[in-house]
């Protein structure tokens, strides 16, 4: 039998452990995010509520006409938030092939409010808001790296999205640090040590067997230090997931270097969630 997804830590627990990744997280400085550039009008900035919580989320709602799906887009660990989907076309791409698409920051990143507890509490509250801006149609997630590292969290607890593309995403965001940040191993230690429910509750691989999507991809690149090639091919086992690994590709690298074949994967993947049986 599949062992039962890790509990949410308790609360003070969860608080602690947002607190102590922020800490331990590469520093970021908080920018204005700059308003969608025109080639993608239309398009409606707005602000989604967060349940129990203080605050909004900023976000943007693109919509696409005769639509048959709609896609959250959960940006990376960047300052720019959910205007790193400016580039790189994902947006225009959605759109030709008849999906809405909705980004929005994070919070602590541009117009959103502070972080309270951890982030796949947002990724839920914004695909509360996708499902209420899209009725009746299939739910996708599109989520890169840190984006689709929350985003995993919080769809194997949720039902109701049919498919997900998933760029870069660690099986745990403390072991990625140890990889790419090994001086912090004391604080990371710590962590493990001082809030264990956290620590487990933040390994990926416990939450990947329990996404209930039609369709998924899992990708990196073949020379990203933090994510290494096996790391993204276990998480795909383990979710019973596409696996795809882009040659000599960096971490946030292979949308640059396979720009068509990873918007042409996410495509291909929301397709094959769209069509029941398939």
């Known amino acids: ?7 949410r830590p308790p609360r003070w627990e969860e608080r602690a452990a947002q607190r102590l990744l922020v800490a331990l997280a590469p520093r970021l400085p908080r920018v204005e995010i700059p308003a969608p550039p025109k080639r993608l009008a239309p398009y409606e900035r707005f602000t989604i509520p ?19 799906g709609a896609v959250l887009l959960v940006h990376p660990w960047m300052e720019w938030g959910q205007a790193y989907f400016h580039r790189r076309g994902r947006v225009e791409a959605l ?14 990143f541009g117009g959103s409010a502070a972080p309270d507890g951890l982030y796949d509490r947002d990724v839920e509250d914004a695909l509360a808001a996708l499902a209420a801006r899209a009725p009746g149609l299939p739910l996708h997630v599109w989520g890169i790296s840190s984006g689709g590292y929350w985003a ?28 790419v940040a090994p001086l912090g191993a004391p604080a990371y230690l710590c962590f493990e040590l ?19 999507l039609r369709a998924a991809t899992f990708l990196s690149g073949a020379l ?27 971490h946030l690298g292979a949308i640059k270097q396979a720009t068509r074949e990873v918007i042409g994967l ?10 029941p049986g398939t």
């Open 1 to 7: 039998m599949t062992p039962a997804p890790p509990p």
């Open 194 to 212: 001082l809030l264990p429910r956290a620590f487990r509750y933040l390994d990926m691989a416990r939450h990947a067997p329990h996404l209930t």
């Open 95 to 108: 759109r030709r092939a008849g999906y809405h698409a909705l980004s929005f920051d994070l919070p602590g």
């Open 224 to 250: 990203d230090r933090g994510v290494r090639p096996a790391d993204t091919e276990r998480l795909a086992r383990l979710a019973g997931a596409a696996c795809r690994i882009v040659p000599d590709a960096p």
């Open 50 to 68: 967060r349940a129990g919580r203080a605050g909004g989320l900023a976000a943007t709602w693109y919509p696409a006409p005769a639509a048959r």
């Open 152 to 179: 995993l969290a919080a769809l194997a607890r949720r039902g109701g999205v049919a498919g997900a593309m998933f760029e870069d995403v660690a099986p745990h965001l403390l072991r990625w640090s140890r990889r």
């Open 266 to 275: 996410a495509l291909e993947t929301f397709e094959r969630a769209n069509t």
